[in-house]
């Protein structure tokens, strides 16, 4: 679904070069939840941001659904993706289904189907009932279902998420996990997901890549399990 072969980066910094991705060979399998994990600085983030062409290699290349990723099949193949930020990104002067109906405006199809489809999304996320609500009168989790909500309205093959629970307390993070979990089941969804917080990537992932300076470290294995909030005791405490 994703492949990246010998993929490096460089940024200038301070007035110098610096090579910050590094000689990435990386699969990301149909279907599969994949956690990118690692230290602020480490190189998850513009990992990601090359997975999803917002960012372009120095060297290597990337494949997205099997077809190579440069500049005259990029258009076409981040049409079937999507991303969840960390800060939501949601227009706070348009109401609930307005942002969520936004990515549809730059593309063809019939407004009525564009319309029910968002009725059908916002019930899927739990927000039924919130279609004509304003943004600054949500939650920060109602917020970040809108933002879901948005992300599966052009029905992506791959959903790209930057930190997307970090501003959110531990029960919402959990609820907002367990939606994406519903979303890779339900729909087949391909997800990335990149975060510090090794609960998240332990809650939701397949597989999670260790990044070091750069440097995929090593590829672990997860076994899934049951999405659910804790209490600050047992969080505590461990699971043991």
Known sequence: MIRLENVSKKFE????????????????????????????????????????????PDDGNIYLMGEKLNRKTRHQLVKDTSMIFQGFNLLSNLNVI????????????????????????????????????????????????????????TNPKIIFCDEPTSALDDKMSFEILRLLKDINEKFGTTIVIVSHDISVIKALCNRVAIIENGRIEDIISLKTKEIKPVSYKEALLGDD
Do not use: W
């Not at 996320?125 to 279609?131: A, K, S």
């Open 98 to 153: 307005d942002n969520v109906l936004l990515p549809t405006k730059i593309r063809k199809g019939s407004k009525k189907e564009n319309i029910n489809r968002a009725k059908e999304l916002l019930s899927f996320v739990g927000l039924e009932d919130f279609h004509q609500s304003t943004i600054r009168t949500l939650s920060g989790g109602q917020k970040q279902r809108v933002a879901i909500a948005r992300t599966l309205i």
């Open 13 to 56: 910094i301070n007035g110098k070069e610096n090579t910050v991705i590094k000689d990435i060979n990386l699969s990301i399998y149909k279907r599969e939840i994949f956690g990118l994990v690692g230290e602020t600085g480490s190189g998850k983030s513009t990992i990601l941001r090359l997975m999803n062409g917002f960012i372009k």
